[in-house]
T-cell receptor, first 114, second 116 residues
Protein backbone atom coordinates (compact mmCIF):
# COMPACT_ATOMS: atom_id res chain seq x y z
CA UNK A 1 0.00 0.00 0.00
CA UNK A 2 1.87 3.03 -1.25
CA UNK A 3 -0.78 5.70 -0.71
CA UNK A 4 -0.39 6.66 -4.35
CA UNK A 5 -2.49 4.64 -6.79
CA UNK A 6 -2.00 4.65 -10.53
CA UNK A 7 -4.35 3.20 -13.14
CA UNK A 8 -4.12 1.43 -15.43
CA UNK A 9 -1.00 -0.57 -14.60
CA UNK A 10 -0.47 -1.47 -18.24
CA UNK A 11 -1.63 0.25 -21.40
CA UNK A 12 -1.12 -0.62 -25.04
CA UNK A 13 -2.27 1.94 -27.56
CA UNK A 14 -1.88 2.85 -31.19
CA UNK A 15 -0.30 6.07 -32.32
CA UNK A 16 -3.65 7.63 -33.19
CA UNK A 17 -5.46 6.71 -29.97
CA UNK A 18 -6.37 8.99 -27.09
CA UNK A 19 -6.04 7.64 -23.56
CA UNK A 20 -5.56 8.96 -20.05
CA UNK A 21 -3.45 7.87 -17.10
CA UNK A 22 -4.85 8.43 -13.64
CA UNK A 23 -3.13 9.01 -10.34
CA UNK A 24 -4.75 9.34 -6.92
CA UNK A 25 -3.04 10.00 -3.62
CA UNK A 26 -4.53 9.37 -0.19
CA UNK A 27 -1.77 11.06 1.79
CA UNK A 28 -3.11 14.59 2.03
CA UNK A 29 -0.18 15.91 0.02
CA UNK A 30 -0.22 19.22 -1.81
CA UNK A 31 2.27 18.56 -4.59
CA UNK A 32 2.00 15.98 -7.36
CA UNK A 33 4.39 14.97 -10.13
CA UNK A 34 4.60 13.01 -13.38
CA UNK A 35 7.83 11.21 -14.26
CA UNK A 36 8.88 9.17 -17.27
CA UNK A 37 11.29 6.26 -17.02
CA UNK A 38 12.62 4.93 -20.31
CA UNK A 39 14.86 1.90 -20.61
CA UNK A 40 18.46 2.62 -19.54
CA UNK A 41 17.63 6.23 -18.65
CA UNK A 42 17.12 7.99 -15.32
CA UNK A 43 13.67 9.00 -14.16
CA UNK A 44 12.81 12.25 -15.93
CA UNK A 45 10.55 14.84 -14.35
CA UNK A 46 7.73 15.84 -16.70
CA UNK A 47 5.27 18.02 -14.78
CA UNK A 48 4.86 19.45 -11.29
CA UNK A 49 1.67 20.63 -9.64
CA UNK A 50 1.48 22.43 -6.32
CA UNK A 51 -1.93 23.15 -4.78
CA UNK A 52 -3.51 22.20 -8.16
CA UNK A 53 -1.46 24.76 -10.07
CA UNK A 54 1.11 23.64 -12.64
CA UNK A 55 4.47 24.99 -11.56
CA UNK A 56 6.74 23.15 -13.94
CA UNK A 57 6.63 21.74 -17.46
CA UNK A 58 9.97 20.15 -18.22
CA UNK A 59 9.88 20.77 -21.99
CA UNK A 60 7.37 17.98 -22.50
CA UNK A 61 5.80 17.63 -25.99
CA UNK A 62 2.23 18.86 -26.26
CA UNK A 63 0.98 15.34 -27.04
CA UNK A 64 1.19 14.90 -23.25
CA UNK A 65 -1.41 17.01 -21.46
CA UNK A 66 -1.63 16.99 -17.65
CA UNK A 67 -4.67 17.84 -15.59
CA UNK A 68 -4.97 18.32 -11.84
CA UNK A 69 -8.61 18.87 -10.81
CA UNK A 70 -7.76 18.77 -7.09
CA UNK A 71 -4.81 18.03 -4.82
CA UNK A 72 -5.65 14.33 -4.69
CA UNK A 73 -5.97 13.56 -8.39
CA UNK A 74 -3.64 13.92 -11.33
CA UNK A 75 -4.22 12.86 -14.93
CA UNK A 76 -1.98 12.57 -17.95
CA UNK A 77 -3.91 12.78 -21.21
CA UNK A 78 -2.19 11.14 -24.15
CA UNK A 79 -2.84 11.69 -27.84
CA UNK A 80 -0.97 10.99 -31.06
CA UNK A 81 1.93 9.38 -29.24
CA UNK A 82 5.13 8.14 -30.86
CA UNK A 83 6.88 4.77 -30.37
CA UNK A 84 9.62 6.50 -28.35
CA UNK A 85 6.96 7.42 -25.79
CA UNK A 86 6.80 3.78 -24.69
CA UNK A 87 8.01 3.86 -21.10
CA UNK A 88 7.03 3.53 -17.45
CA UNK A 89 5.10 6.60 -16.28
CA UNK A 90 5.30 7.25 -12.57
CA UNK A 91 3.20 9.56 -10.46
CA UNK A 92 4.45 10.92 -7.14
CA UNK A 93 3.21 13.22 -4.39
CA UNK A 94 4.80 15.10 -1.53
CA UNK A 95 3.55 17.21 1.37
CA UNK A 96 5.09 20.33 -0.14
CA UNK A 97 7.82 21.42 -2.52
CA UNK A 98 10.76 21.29 -0.14
CA UNK A 99 13.52 18.78 -0.79
CA UNK A 100 13.28 17.38 2.75
CA UNK A 101 9.67 16.36 2.10
CA UNK A 102 10.34 13.12 0.20
CA UNK A 103 8.17 12.19 -2.73
CA UNK A 104 6.00 9.09 -2.53
CA UNK A 105 5.63 7.17 -5.77
CA UNK A 106 2.90 5.05 -7.26
CA UNK A 107 3.68 1.75 -8.95
CA UNK A 108 3.50 3.26 -12.41
CA UNK A 109 1.75 2.67 -15.72
CA UNK A 110 3.69 0.65 -18.29
CA UNK A 111 2.82 2.25 -21.64
CA UNK A 112 3.47 0.58 -24.97
CA UNK A 113 2.88 2.43 -28.25
CA UNK A 114 2.30 0.23 -31.27
CA UNK B 1 24.61 15.56 -19.73
CA UNK B 2 23.87 13.63 -16.55
CA UNK B 3 24.11 15.62 -13.35
CA UNK B 4 23.75 12.55 -11.11
CA UNK B 5 25.75 9.46 -11.99
CA UNK B 6 25.65 5.95 -10.65
CA UNK B 7 28.49 4.30 -12.51
CA UNK B 8 27.88 0.75 -11.33
CA UNK B 9 24.79 -0.75 -13.01
CA UNK B 10 24.92 -3.76 -10.71
CA UNK B 11 26.43 -5.02 -7.48
CA UNK B 12 26.43 -8.50 -5.97
CA UNK B 13 27.06 -9.04 -2.26
CA UNK B 14 26.93 -12.00 0.11
CA UNK B 15 24.30 -11.97 2.83
CA UNK B 16 25.65 -10.50 6.07
CA UNK B 17 28.35 -8.46 4.35
CA UNK B 18 28.40 -4.73 3.65
CA UNK B 19 26.86 -3.29 0.47
CA UNK B 20 28.29 0.03 -0.72
CA UNK B 21 26.46 1.89 -3.46
CA UNK B 22 28.08 4.97 -4.94
CA UNK B 23 26.79 8.14 -6.53
CA UNK B 24 28.54 11.17 -8.03
CA UNK B 25 27.07 14.53 -8.92
CA UNK B 26 28.30 17.47 -10.93
CA UNK B 27 26.10 20.40 -9.87
CA UNK B 28 27.48 22.15 -6.78
CA UNK B 29 24.07 23.81 -6.26
CA UNK B 30 22.59 20.51 -5.07
CA UNK B 31 22.19 20.65 -1.30
CA UNK B 32 19.97 17.70 -0.49
CA UNK B 33 20.40 14.07 -1.46
CA UNK B 34 18.11 11.08 -1.27
CA UNK B 35 18.23 7.35 -1.86
CA UNK B 36 15.25 5.42 -3.17
CA UNK B 37 14.80 1.67 -3.42
CA UNK B 38 12.74 0.02 -6.15
CA UNK B 39 11.47 -3.54 -6.34
CA UNK B 40 10.26 -4.95 -9.69
CA UNK B 41 6.73 -3.88 -10.64
CA UNK B 42 6.64 -1.34 -7.78
CA UNK B 43 7.34 2.36 -7.59
CA UNK B 44 10.46 3.76 -5.91
CA UNK B 45 10.32 3.97 -2.12
CA UNK B 46 12.17 6.62 -0.13
CA UNK B 47 14.97 5.11 1.94
CA UNK B 48 17.20 7.76 3.49
CA UNK B 49 18.37 11.31 2.85
CA UNK B 50 21.10 13.74 3.80
CA UNK B 51 21.46 17.49 3.82
CA UNK B 52 24.65 19.10 2.56
CA UNK B 53 25.31 20.51 6.02
CA UNK B 54 25.98 16.97 7.23
CA UNK B 55 28.46 14.34 6.16
CA UNK B 56 26.69 11.30 7.55
CA UNK B 57 23.16 10.16 8.27
CA UNK B 58 22.26 6.81 9.77
CA UNK B 59 18.98 4.92 9.95
CA UNK B 60 19.22 1.37 11.22
CA UNK B 61 21.22 -0.73 8.77
CA UNK B 62 21.43 2.14 6.29
CA UNK B 63 24.00 4.93 6.38
CA UNK B 64 24.56 7.62 3.80
CA UNK B 65 27.90 9.43 3.58
CA UNK B 66 28.40 12.72 1.76
CA UNK B 67 31.74 14.08 0.57
CA UNK B 68 30.97 17.55 -0.78
CA UNK B 69 34.47 18.34 -1.93
CA UNK B 70 34.45 15.20 -4.08
CA UNK B 71 30.78 15.62 -5.03
CA UNK B 72 30.28 12.02 -3.98
CA UNK B 73 27.84 10.17 -1.79
CA UNK B 74 27.53 6.55 -0.84
CA UNK B 75 24.94 4.30 0.75
CA UNK B 76 26.15 1.60 3.11
CA UNK B 77 23.92 -1.32 4.05
CA UNK B 78 25.16 -3.39 6.98
CA UNK B 79 24.46 -6.26 7.26
CA UNK B 80 23.02 -6.91 3.83
CA UNK B 81 19.95 -9.14 3.63
CA UNK B 82 18.37 -10.94 0.66
CA UNK B 83 15.33 -8.65 0.99
CA UNK B 84 17.61 -5.72 0.18
CA UNK B 85 17.89 -7.00 -3.39
CA UNK B 86 16.44 -4.16 -5.47
CA UNK B 87 17.43 -1.25 -7.68
CA UNK B 88 18.77 1.71 -5.69
CA UNK B 89 18.42 5.22 -7.10
CA UNK B 90 20.41 8.20 -5.94
CA UNK B 91 18.68 11.57 -6.31
CA UNK B 92 19.82 15.14 -5.78
CA UNK B 93 17.72 18.18 -5.06
CA UNK B 94 17.72 21.79 -3.98
CA UNK B 95 16.50 23.05 -0.62
CA UNK B 96 16.49 26.64 -1.79
CA UNK B 97 16.73 27.30 -5.52
CA UNK B 98 13.76 29.27 -6.63
CA UNK B 99 11.10 27.33 -8.47
CA UNK B 100 13.25 24.22 -8.77
CA UNK B 101 13.38 23.52 -5.05
CA UNK B 102 12.26 20.02 -4.30
CA UNK B 103 12.82 18.80 -7.86
CA UNK B 104 14.58 15.44 -7.89
CA UNK B 105 17.35 14.66 -10.38
CA UNK B 106 17.90 10.92 -10.47
CA UNK B 107 20.77 8.64 -11.37
CA UNK B 108 20.19 5.57 -13.53
CA UNK B 109 20.21 3.22 -10.56
CA UNK B 110 22.31 0.32 -9.30
CA UNK B 111 20.83 -3.16 -9.11
CA UNK B 112 21.86 -4.80 -5.85
CA UNK B 113 21.71 -8.58 -5.50
CA UNK B 114 22.25 -10.02 -2.04
CA UNK B 115 22.98 -13.74 -2.19
CA UNK B 116 22.05 -16.05 0.71
Amino acid sequence: ETGVTQTPRHLVMGMTNKKSLKCEQHLGHNAMYWYKQSAKKPLELMFVYNFKEQTENNSVPSRFSPECPNSSHLFLHLHTLQPEDSALYLCASSPGRRANQPQHFGDGTRLSIL
Amino acid sequence: DQQVKQNSPSLSVQEGRISILNCDYTNSMFDYFLWYKKYPAEGPTFLISISSIKDKNEDGRFTVFLNKSAKHLSLHIVPSQPGDSAVYFCAASYMNYGGSQGNLIFGKGTKLSVKP
